[in-house]
């Protein structure tokens, strides 16, 4: 697991999908903003001030956002940690890429 691996803490508990939406493949963005928003709630007091959201997939970035809506009354500092990442129909490369060295040099 891959908190076990790098000893962080799990706590799966603390946000809470409170709507009933749609699968979200096969929408477009407009659609998936409208699906989940809303959708997450926070279960309880916020401990950290440091969070890590893991997603298994990003496209258009919805889920986290709204996960980060929810969280926001407690001003965390987020980290988004994404397992794959597939391009939304119309969002271009250019929309994702790091500001400054184009290059390819780190």
């Known amino acids: 697991m891959l908190s076990q691996e790098l000893a962080l803490p799990l706590v ?4 809470l ?6 699968p979200q493949a096969g929408l477009s963005g407009k659609a998936r903003r409208r699906n989940l928003a809303k ?4 279960r309880g ?8 959201l ?5 496209t258009t970035g919805t889920t986290i956002r709204e996960a980060a809506k929810a ?4 001003s965390p500092d987020i980290q988004v940690w994404c397992l ?10 250019s929309s994702w890429a790091v500001k400054g060295r184009q290059d390819g040099a780190d």
Request: proline share 5%.
């Open 71 to 74: 969280l926001a009354p407690w």
């Open 39 to 42: 959708a997450f709630a926070v």
């Open 17 to 22: 999908r409170v709507a009933d939406t749609a």
């Open 54 to 58: 893991v997603d298994d997939v990003v």
């Open 45 to 52: 007091e916020l401990q950290w001030q440091r969070l890590v």
């Open 84 to 93: 794959a990442r597939a391009e939304a129909p119309g969002l271009s490369h």
């Open 12 to 15: 799966d508990s603390l946000l």
